[in-house]
């Protein structure tokens, strides 16, 4: 399968721990993307990589939050101190071009995060 | 600013109707606009796009959606719908050339026989 892969597929923590998500994009696309999404609402755009820089975050993102893609090939996403407010799927998407563009996102099944 | 409005959370249709599903959208710059699917346990997948060609785009499955300028519309429609179509799908918008995507609440689609 040569999709977005993304690990775990699940994780429960406890409040006040770390969690790390990693993503394998699609292997030739540069850009890299994470989402949020919460029960009953569309994905949310949290921060998006061009290889392996970080060119947009949103505030979303707060400083719990990091993602690094440091070789511009996979991307991971940590979660410090988690709160119950971060329970959520997270996804992950990839594209090879300029999304509203080319139109498409290639996405994985989401790693899907409860904080107890 | 860019928005997008579903305006409905649930569609029920039988097996064979057609599918209506709603999408208002607000942009500040010409749009691109797009129908992604979302099946149970399976990633986000593409439908069909509007990136300012024709009006009328026709998407995978069967589906396809008409944009609508005067009425900042971009419904989605399938003639008969297939058991397999359940999923819920999410009107989609993004500024033109840009790569920020701004996904809708979602539409659930249910399809009884």
């Known amino acids: 399968d040569t999709g977005v892969s993304q690990n775990p597929r699940h994780k429960i923590t406890k409040r006040g721990q770390n969690v790390t998500f990693r993503c394998d994009p699609i292997s030739e696309h540069n850009r890299l993307y994470w989402y949020r999404q919460t029960l009953g609402q569309g994905p949310e755009f949290l921060t998006y990589f061009q290889n392996e820089a970080q060119l947009e975050k949103s505030r979303l993102l707060s400083d719990r939050f990091s993602a690094e893609r440091p070789k511009g090939s996979f991307s991971t996403l940590e979660i410090q101190r988690t709160e119950q407010g971060d329970s959520a799927m997270y996804l992950c998407?990839?594209?090879?071009?300029?999304?509203?563009?080319?139109?498409?996102?290639?996405f994985g099944e989401g790693s899907r995060l409860t904080v107890l | 600013a860019q928005s997008v409005t579903q305006l409905d959370s649930h569609v029920s249709v039988s097996e064979g109707t057609p599918v209506l599903l709603r999408c208002n959208y607000s942009?500040?710059?010409?749009?691109?606009l797009f129908w992604y699917v979302q099946h149970p346990n399976k990633g986000l997948q593409l439908l069909l796009k509007?990136?300012?060609?024709?009006?009328l785009v026709k998407g995978i499955n069967g589906f396809e959606a008409e944009f609508k300028k005067s009425e900042t519309s971009f419904h989605l429609t399938k003639p008969s719908a297939h058991m397999s179509d359940a999923a819920e799908y999410f009107c989609?918008?993004?500024?033109?050339?840009?790569?920020?995507?701004?996904f809708g609440t979602g539409t659930q689609l249910k399809v009884e026989l």
């Open positions: 509007y990136t300012s060609a024709a009006t």
């Open positions: 942009s500040s710059y010409s749009p691109s």
């Open positions: 989609v918008v993004c500024p033109g050339g840009g790569n920020k995507l701004t």
């Open positions: 998407a990839s594209s090879p071009g300029l999304a509203g563009v080319t139109g498409e996102l290639f």
